[in-house]
């Protein structure tokens, strides 16, 4: 069975760092672009970062540049997303998913169930 | 950033009627390999999102074909043919063609 599932969401302190992890498991992870989308309570959904299969490229939305790092381990079939500098704002149900990628963007056809991530003093 | 609208933002429906939902994008979304990458996704209450249908049209296996998605360059709708109660939920659509990725606001639909 494809899965995904995330963890290592908790509650955080303004500026405080986090790292969220995503097993994956069911596929060829190393075949596979994968990104973080995130959603705010009560609000929609937000494209946070996508990496793909080797790591080589990285892509992030703006308000995460320079503060979220997207990494992967290949070999232990890995996704993670390490926060730092976290605000107010970032406080959001962090979803893993798969993207097909080259040919199929953006078509996230696998989504883990989500950790929440709560910024506040 | 490739601004994404939605319209409308709630959906009142009755079981049995259609339903349709319109997106719009702030450019084309013609991508230079002649792919167009604009996605739906629906979101039940308390669930992970799902995709729908993907480069504008092509519905995912398991998805009812009361579902259907049409449009091009900025313009792209989702119609239901006729809204079931498990059809409930948030309908997203995001464009993949430019970096960020963005997401419309979201439509939700109610019975």
């Known amino acids: 069975e494809v899965q995904l599932v995330e963890s290592g969401g908790d509650l955080v302190q303004p500026g405080g760092s986090l790292r969220l992890s995503c097993v994956t498991s069911g596929f060829r992870f190393s075949g596979h672009w994968m990104a973080w989308v995130r959603q705010a309570p009560g609000k929609g959904l937000e494209w946070v970062a996508n990496i793909k299969r080797d790591g080589q490229q990285k892509e992030y939305v703006d308000s995460v540049k320079g503060r979220f790092t997207i990494t992967r381990d290949n070999t232990e079939n890995l996704l993670y997303l390490q926060m730092s500098s976290l605000r107010a704002e970032d406080t959001a149900v962090y979803y893993c998913a798969r993207d097909p990628g080259e040919g199929v963007w953006g078509a996230f056809d696998i989504w883990g169930q989500g950790t929440t991530v709560t910024v506040s003093s | 950033d490739v601004v994404m609208t939605q319209s409308p933002l709630s959906l009142p429906v009755t079981l049995g009627q259609p339903a349709s939902i319109s997106c719009w994008s702030g450019?084309?979304?013609?991508?230079?390999?002649?792919?167009?990458?604009l996605n739906w996704f629906h979101q039940r209450p308390g669930q992970s999102p799902r995709r729908l249908i993907y480069?504008?049209?092509n519905r995912d296996s398991g998805v009812p074909d009361r579902f259907s998605g049409s449009g091009s360059g900025t313009d792209f709708t989702l119609k239901i043919s006729k809204v079931e109660a498990e059809d409930v939920g948030i309908y997203y659509c995001m464009q993949a063609t430019y970096w960020p990725y963005t997401f419309g606001q979201g439509t939700k639909l109610e019975i």
């Open positions: 450019q084309s979304l013609l991508y230079k390999d002649k792919n167009t990458y």
């Open positions: 480069k504008v049209s």
